[in-house]
């Protein structure tokens, strides 16, 4: 599986942004996916989950009812769409992929995806 993020950017706080991440290789609609970020310093950390119809999702509470997540299968596309931005939300943010998911199961540990695509910079300020 390959994925490819896009979206990133520089916006104010209070702002808005919308991650996309488009992959391809093997069908879609068999992956579980995931979105991570990793703040200079800091580790990486779990953002949000779907599952294979984009019917079960899953949030970090820190952007619990400010991101939402989303998928398009006849796309294979999946989006992050991010409100009410804060600075603590300054990070690289990851898309990935787990090609062993069961049907109605998100997952919120990295270790439990098997295919990553590279970073996107979101850059809030305050």
């Known amino acids: 599986v390959q994925l490819q993020a896009s979206g990133g950017g520089l916006v104010q706080a209070g702002g808005s942004l919308r991650l996309s991440c488009a992959a391809s290789?093997?069908?879609?609609?068999?992956?579980?996916m995931g979105w991570f970020r990793q703040a200079p310093g800091k580790e990486r950390e779990f953002v949000a989950a779907?599952?294979?119809?984009?019917?079960?999702?899953s949030y970090a509470d820190s952007v619990k009812g400010r991101f939402t997540i989303s998928r398009d299968n006849a796309k294979n596309t999946v989006t992050l769409q991010m409100n009410s931005l804060k600075s603590e939300d300054t990070a690289v943010y990851s898309c990935a992929a787990n090609s062993r998911a069961i049907l109605s199961a998100t997952y919120n540990r990295a270790e439990e995806y098997n295919y990553w695509g590279q970073g996107t910079l979101v850059t809030v300020s305050s």
């Open positions: 779907i599952n294979r119809n984009g019917r079960i999702t």
């Open positions: 290789g093997r069908t879609f609609s068999n992956q579980a």
